[in-house]
């Protein structure tokens, strides 16, 4: 599953679009905190773990606005199915590579990590991250509650992935990562810690 969807040029393409869907209805909604005009203030994005060539030119980025109106000027970035906070890796290889190296000795998971290009290192943070930092939210002990049974937090984020069905491996990761856009803005508790 992991190798097919990161080596996936359609996939990420999809992912792009979606963003750039969630990022019109925010420009559209005009300024949440005085209804000015938005206009367009993307932030430069380096992303990591993914072959450039496979992204395309719109991952160099993540989409914000900011209000036109003078006294405001307040920025707006709506949420993300490509990024998890302000992790220089895609959301999508996050979500992945923890749920891939959950049960694999030591040896096998520096295996895999090198394959994708993450220490070891990082993604223990990001393990941890998982499994220690997003159950302590409010946001997750309010949103885990819409599954029957509840994701377990020892087994995140598996245990989250297990939880949606489609049509395709795709289909399950893009439906997991829409669920887990709160986590990409600024004002989530508890952003991912940023890559080394």
Known sequence: MCHSLISDASFW????????????????AGCPYCQ??????HYPRKVFGVRRSLLGEGYDSRLSFCCS???CRRRTTPASV???GRRCFPGALVLLACALTQNLSRRRRA???ATL???????QRWRHWWRSTLPDTPWWREARARFVPPPQ?????SSLLAR???RGHAEVLIGALQFLTPCSLSTFAALPEQAA
């Open 13 to 28: 393409r999809q992912l792009q679009h979606l963003d750039e869907q969630i990022a019109q209805e925010a420009k559209l």
């Open 36 to 41: 000015g005009v938005l206009h367009r203030a």
């Open 69 to 71: 109106r003078e006294g």
């Open 82 to 84: 490509r990024f998890l």
């Open 111 to 113: 295996r895999l990590g």
């Open 117 to 123: 290009g993450v220490s070891e290192r990082t993604l």
């Open 153 to 157: 937090s020892p087994l995140l984020p």
């Open 164 to 166: 949606f069905s489609g």
